[in-house]
């Protein structure tokens, strides 16, 4: 009888309780759906690179966002994945649901790195009526992922779109190193004024970008607020905060609350800044 091939799954996350978690479900369920595994993790970008050095390969990878304080997120983890080819299938394996400061990385995890083939929030993996549900339920998910066959594939479509899709307001918001720039500049200031004057350019220069980016930045978080169902964002539209706040205020709130984003060396290399 031959001894099937082992699923060989990298988790890459910050809390190692994470790869016991899905060790275990492996050891629950895997005799059962005719699997083994051979499960690694990395807690940082660093030792993930140290493993693909190693050369380990992989069938399955499952990013979470969010690597620790002051360490480069899980979007750093795809750029070295993608460039690599070391990682096999991508899922985001993420806390979802009401995180909104995963917004902008969800988007450009789908949009820029085409290994990333399905989203399974934590809340899935631990979810259901028996630790038995959950492990074949997860396992089942991971000889999908790598057969080419990714669950809810719905989750990814609602932030994977193409350059000619004109509802793509995620590429509409963030176009050129120097949209990147003023996001950056807007996280430590609530006025154009203020902004300008610390970088050293022209008020006028940062307020008539900020007015063109307002109705696609309303139209972004319209966009998200509508597939919250999908993807357990739940993001408010912009309407329900503008109330009496400048384009300023609203584009700093928006710039803060996606700084896991804003600050990722990744996303300075994508728009080469």
């Known amino acids: 009888m031959n001894t099937p091939t082992p699923l060989r799954v990298l988790v890459v996350d910050d809390v190692n309780t994470v790869w016991d978690v899905i060790i275990g479900y492996f050891r629950e369920a895997g005799e059962d759906l005719g699997v083994t595994a051979e499960v690694r993790g990395a807690s940082s970008v660093e030792e993930l690179e140290a493993l693909i050095e190693d050369g380990e390969r992989f069938d399955v990878t499952l990013v979470d966002f969010g690597l620790g304080a002051g360490q480069p997120s899980g979007l750093s983890a795809l750029e070295v994945l993608n460039r690599e080819g070391a990682g096999g299938r991508v899922a985001i394996h993420e806390d979802m649901e009401n995180n909104d400061s995963r917004l902008l990385l969800a988007y450009a995890a789908f949009q820029w790195f085409p290994q990333t083939v399905a989203l399974i929030p934590k809340t899935v993996s631990v979810a259901g009526p028996t630790y038995e549900e959950r492990a074949k339920r997860f396992v089942s998910s991971m000889i999908a992922i790598r057969e080419g066959n990714a669950p809810r594939p719905?989750?990814?479509?609602?932030?994977?779109?193409?350059q000619y899709d004109a509802d793509?307001?995620?590429?509409?918001?963030?176009?050129?190193?120097?949209?990147?720039?003023?996001?950056?500049?807007?996280?430590?200031?609530?006025?154009?004024?203020?902004?300008?004057?610390?970088?050293?350019?022209?008020?006028?220069?940062?307020?008539?970008?900020?007015?063109?980016?307002?109705?696609?930045?309303?139209?972004?978080?319209?966009?998200?607020?509508?597939?919250?169902?999908?993807?357990?964002?739940?993001?408010?539209?912009?309407?329900?905060?503008?109330?009496?706040?400048?384009?300023?205020?609203?584009?700093?709130?928006?710039?803060?609350?996606?700084?896991?984003?804003?600050?990722?060396?990744?996303?300075?290399?994508?728009?080469?800044?």
């Open 168 to 273: 793509n307001y995620f590429q509409q918001l963030i176009k050129t190193s120097t949209d990147l720039r003023n996001f950056k500049l807007m996280q430590h200031f609530n006025s154009f004024a203020e902004a300008a004057d610390a970088a050293h350019f022209a008020v006028g220069v940062l307020s008539n970008w900020g007015t063109q980016i307002r109705p696609i930045l309303e139209l972004f978080l319209q966009q998200a607020s509508e597939n919250a169902d999908l993807t357990g964002l739940h993001v408010e539209p912009l309407a329900a905060h503008q109330g009496g706040h400048t384009t300023a205020a609203i584009i700093s709130q928006f710039a803060k609350a996606q700084s896991l984003f804003f600050d990722d060396p990744a996303v300075g290399r994508h728009f080469n800044a």
């Open 154 to 162: 719905d989750r990814a479509t609602s932030f994977r779109k193409t």
